[in-house]
């Protein structure tokens, strides 16, 4: 079992930038691949960027590539996403999940967090 709480959402200008934090608690942090996503209305949830248990290993969606960056603090137990040159079409509400295994796909992680709103305007 873990418990997710992402924070560092916000309102900010077209090409600005935020970051994303996201603790746990409970099980071992390290033993997690932690991933980002992020749904927005109307929209089906889809992955943002995910990052193996050691951070070796990360996977970014084709429209975040160059933009977000995933990191992890095992020492911290926190995940974070480095959200630059944000667009409005990043707008939406962002979760951090955990789950065993290296796996991109929503539908294979177990534990969410509450969600936090980014919202990008012109």
């Known amino acids: 079992q873990v418990q997710l709480v992402e924070s560092g959402g916000g309102s900010v200008q077209a090409g600005g930038s935020l970051r994303l934090s996201c603790t746990t608690s409970?099980?071992?942090?390290?033993?997690?691949?932690l991933g980002w996503f992020r749904q927005a209305p109307g929209k089906e949830r889809e992955s943002v960027a995910v990052i193996s248990l050691s951070g070796a290993s990360t996977y970014y969606a084709e429209s975040v590539k160059g933009r977000f960056t995933i990191s992890r603090d095992n020492a911290k137990n926190t995940v974070y996403l480095q959200m630059n040159s944000l667009k409005p079409e990043d707008t939406a509400v962002y979760y951090c999940a955990a789950t065993n295994g290296w796996k991109t796909g929503k539908s294979a992680y177990d534990y969410w967090g509450q969600g936090t709103q980014v919202t990008v305007s012109n």
């Open positions: 409970g099980r071992t942090f390290s033993a997690w691949t």
